[in-house]
């Protein structure tokens, strides 16, 4: 169950990402719902469940993206599982480190996009990626609790850790 209301969500997000979410584009750049959204299931989730949700949000992201197929769900399985094992070390409630995280991983994100496309020789401009960063990270400070909402019996019965 826990999977389809994650796939219904990620092509509701896809969806947004390409119809509505443009028009709040600041200098030609718009957050990223989807990979917001992926970042933050993987932080709550762990492992498995980034695989899971890299895949899909990478393989959406893809559909839309017309010079290099793959390069999406690649870097989105990448930075997913990087982004469970950053959640791993932290208490999840607080909002911080996700959001620092988002940034990050936003920035990193391009700059992959950047490597493959250099190897590619197609052109792309790395210098709105900090701005895109920014948006996702203030969009993930506003709809991270919503994500923790999302049913998660295996996150629920785990004991608490105190190192």
Not at 20 to 29: C, D, E, T
């Amino acid at each position: 169950m826990e999977k389809l209301i994650v796939i219904l969500v990620s092509i509701v997000l896809v969806i947004l990402d390409n119809s509505l979410v443009p028009f709040f584009s600041i200098n030609g750049v718009y957050p990223s719902l989807l990979f917001t959204f992926a970042i933050a299931y993987s932080i709550i989730n762990g492992r498995e469940k980034a695989v899971f949700i890299g895949a899909i949000s990478g393989i959406l992201q893809d559909l839309f993206f017309f010079y290099g197929f793959g390069v999406n769900s690649l870097l989105n399985l990448f930075l997913c599982i990087v982004a469970s094992l950053i959640g791993e070390n932290i208490f999840k409630t607080k909002r911080l480190i996700p959001v620092i995280s988002t940034l990050i991983l936003t920035i990193l994100k391009a700059i992959g996009i950047l490597i493959i496309f250099y190897f590619l020789k197609i052109k792309m401009d790395l210098s709105k990626s900090l701005i895109m960063g920014i948006y996702n990270a203030i969009i993930i400070f506003l709809c991270y609790k919503l994500v923790m909402n999302i049913p998660n019996e295996e996150y629920k019965k785990r004991p608490w850790r105190f190192k």
